[in-house]
């Protein structure tokens, strides 16, 4: 149980570094393309990494 609980938080928090990492590598225009700006990226890394 415990083991599940780390396991699935610690693919949680890859999830988010992956997020931010690919959403970081775009353009400002590519970002506002999909109705992003930069400082939006750690919450959009946030909320898909808990989903």
Same mark, same amino acid.
């Given at each position: 149980? !415990?083991?599940?609980? #780390? @396991?699935?938080? !610690? *693919?949680?928090? #890859? =999830?988010? =570094? /992956?997020? #931010? =990492? /690919? @959403?970081?590598? @775009?353009?400002? *225009? /590519?970002?506002?393309? #999909?109705? @992003?700006?930069?400082?939006q990226i750690p919450y959009v890394a946030k909320k898909y990494s808990?989903?």
């Open positions: 149980m !415990i083991v599940s609980y #780390v @396991l699935s938080k !610690i *693919r949680a928090w #890859v =999830r988010y =570094r /992956e997020t #931010v =990492r /690919e @959403l970081s590598q @775009l353009s400002d *225009r /590519e970002l506002s393309d #999909v109705g @992003l700006s930069r400082w808990h989903a």
